[in-house]
């Protein structure tokens, strides 16, 4: 289903149209990659803040396997590598991802509610930001590390 500017913005809930300016560059420069600092610093909590509570979960459980298996094993430096490539990866594609991602629950929804009104408030609702997300974000992160801490000690006492 197509997507258009003004949805994209009523997603983003983006007053100075950061993100849609982010997005129409990458779309007239063909490019896929652009920068987030927020992306970059803050991957869970920026996809918390923006909604994103899938990619999220994903990857808070992919850190949480990450920090407590794969990183106590490796070489400090290494360790600071792994994270700092983490980073960049999100930095680099994070807009890209959210555009994907806004375009997916812009289309969901136009395909679900057929009045046009009610798909703008349905949009700016499912968009937008949210520090209830953030918090979620955090906590889950502090849950799953501490489930897999325990399931990993809890197993070696067997």
Same mark, same amino acid.
């Given at each position: 289903?197509?997507?258009?500017?003004?949805?994209?913005?009523?997603?983003?809930?983006?007053?100075?149209?950061? +993100?849609?300016?982010?997005?129409?560059?990458?779309?007239?420069?063909?490019?896929?990659?652009?920068?987030?600092?927020?992306?970059?610093?803050?991957?869970?909590?920026?996809?918390? +803040?923006?909604?994103?509570?899938?990619?999220?979960?994903?990857?808070?459980?992919?850190?949480? +396997?990450?920090?407590?298996?794969?990183?106590?094993?490796?070489?400090?430096?290494?360790?600071?590598?792994?994270?700092?490539?983490?980073?960049?990866?999100?930095?680099?594609?994070?807009?890209?991802?959210?555009?994907?991602?806004?375009?997916?629950?812009?289309?969901?929804?136009?395909?679900?509610?057929?009045?046009?009104?009610?798909?703008?408030?349905?949009?700016?609702?499912?968009?937008?930001?949210?520090?209830?997300?953030?918090?979620?974000?955090?906590?889950?992160?502090?849950?799953?590390?501490?489930?897999?801490?325990?399931?990993?000690?809890?197993?070696?006492?067997?």
């Amino acid at each position: 289903m197509e997507v258009n500017e003004e949805e994209l913005n009523l997603f983003a809930g983006d007053k100075d149209n950061y +993100y849609l300016k982010k997005w129409k560059n990458m779309e007239e420069s063909g490019e896929i990659i652009d920068w987030n600092w927020g992306a970059f610093f803050f991957q869970t909590v920026w996809m918390g +803040y923006r909604k994103m509570y899938l990619y999220a979960a994903v990857l808070i459980g992919l850190l949480a +396997y990450i920090d407590v298996v794969l990183i106590p094993s490796l070489h400090p430096l290494t360790q600071l590598g792994v994270y700092i490539f983490i980073g960049i990866l999100f930095g680099t594609f994070g807009n890209k991802l959210y555009l994907k991602h806004a375009m997916k629950k812009i289309s969901v929804i136009k395909s679900d509610q057929p009045d046009p009104e009610i798909q703008k408030i349905e949009i700016a609702k499912a968009g937008g930001t949210s520090w209830i997300g953030v918090g979620l974000v955090l906590l889950g992160t502090y849950f799953a590390v501490r489930l897999l801490y325990y399931f990993l000690n809890e197993g070696a006492k067997l």
